[in-house]
Structure formats: C-alpha cells, structure tokens
T-cell receptor, first 114, second 114 residues
Framework: AQKVTQAQTEISVVEKEDVTLDCVYETRDTTYYLFWYKQPPSGELVFLIRRNSFDEQNEISGRYSWNFQKSTSSFNFTITASQVVDSAVYFCALSEAPGNQFYFGTGTSLTVIP | ETGVTQSPTHLIKTRGQQVTLRCSSQSGHNTVSWYQQALGQGPQFIFQYYREEENGRGNFPPRFSGLQFPNYSSELNVNALELDDSALYLC?????????????FGPGTRLTVT
C-alpha cells in the first residue's frame, strides 16, 4: 500500500499566484515524521521541512507554509506569491519507527509561468 | 549545497555488467542511505548503513549491495545489471541513526543500462 500519496501529478500557475501541494500519508505508528523536499532540474533533493507527529502546529517560513492535520492524515504545502524559481518537483516523505527509511510520494511537478 | 558528494555523475553500462557508485557523507554524519529514483517516480529506499553495518533494507534483490567505510563514506554495488536498473541513484546522509531526522541528499548518479 502506498504510504504517501501526492495526487497532483502536475500543476501550473502564473507567477504571483498561490499554490497548494497536497500530501496524504498512511501509517499505523503513533510516532512518525513528515518531510517536504524540492527537486529542481539539477536532480538534488533539497530539504524544506520536517514535522513530527506530536506537533500539529502549522509552520510558516517566508513564502512557504505547511498545514499538518492528523485527523485527515494530510501534510499540505502552500507557496504564496509563487515565483519562477519555485518551478521544481516537490516530494512529500514519511519516516516511521522503527527504522529510518523514507517513504516518498510520487511527487508533484510545479511549473510557475512568468 | 548539502556537502554530500557522489561519483560518478553519469554512467553508462551494458546489461549483465557490474557497477560501483560512491558517496561521501556530510561532515559529522554517520548514517548513509541509498535510494533509486526511476524517471517520473519518487525515490525508493534501497538500504541504509550506520557505523559500517547495514541498518535496514528496502525491497531490492541481493545483487544490490553496499559498504560503509570508517570515514562514513559509502559504496553501492549492483551486479548483473538489468535494463530496469536505469535510474538516478541518490545517496543521503544524516546525523544519527536517522530516526526522524532529515536526510541530506547528494546530486545523484545517473545510471543508464543498455
């Protein structure tokens, strides 16, 4: 069973629009960690955020914000006032106990049109 | 940049051959994980090394093997290459055994099997 689902395969927005990337996860563990990574065309995965299962506070970092809701098993990512440099593939990932492997979703390809 | 380096950048091999990919972890990191990312997919966990021991393995056959050295660098070896092994191979390092802690990824090695 897919542990992390990113239903949006591709999204295109016009520069300065807001965009939300959806992530739904599945786990039976009470302790787990969720992550978002950005993968630009160069291929290197860039860490954006980590959230643990005990902390449901939403987080904002500049134009980025994350909405973690355990009730719906979702960890959505919003980019406000999108820019061309935000164009990339974004991955949501889950890490469960025990072990340390990350389960990645299939990614959402975001294109910001100038 | 994360400080995680991988070599080579690109590699072309023939079916049936063997390949070794290398990874140098970020300074201070003692855990290395390897992932395979097929085109258009999310990374899939191959295995992880912690203090020179394999510490978790994904659903990959035994012809995928690895090593970690005392300086925490690592190798991924793939024997009897198959066409489906063509992918981007990503190495990630983390500070501890990695539970819940973000992994920092290298730029990857693009392997093409013909």
């Amino acid at each position: 069973a897919q542990k992390v689902t990113q239903a949006q395969t591709e999204i295109s927005v016009v520069e300065k629009e807001d965009v939300t990337l959806d992530c739904v996860y599945e786990t039976r563990d009470t302790t787990y960690y969720l992550f978002w990574y950005k993968q630009p065309p160069s291929g290197e995965l860039v860490f954006l955020i980590r959230r643990n299962s005990f902390d449901e506070q939403n987080e904002i970092s500049g134009r980025y914000s994350w909405n973690f809701q355990k009730s719906t098993s979702s960890f959505n990512f919003t980019i406000t006032a999108s820019q061309v440099v935000d164009s990339a593939v974004y991955f949501c990932a889950l890490s469960e106990a025990p072990g340390n492997q990350f389960y990645f979703g299939t990614g959402t390809s975001l294109t910001v049109i100038p | 940049e994360t400080g995680v380096t991988q070599s080579p950048t690109h590699l072309i091999k023939t079916r049936g051959q063997q390949v070794t990919l290398r990874c140098s972890s970020q300074s201070g990191h003692n855990t290395v994980s390897w992932y395979q990312q097929a085109l258009g997919q999310g990374p899939q966990f191959i295995f992880q090394y912690y203090r020179e021991e394999e510490n978790g393995r994904g659903n990959f056959p035994p012809r995928f093997s690895g090593l970690q050295f005392p300086n925490y660098s690592s190798e991924l070896n793939v024997n009897a290459l198959e066409l489906d092994d063509s992918a981007l191979y990503l190495c990630a390092s983390s500070t501890q055994q990695g539970r819940g802690y973000e992994q920092y990824f290298g730029p990857g090695t693009r392997l093409t099997v013909t």
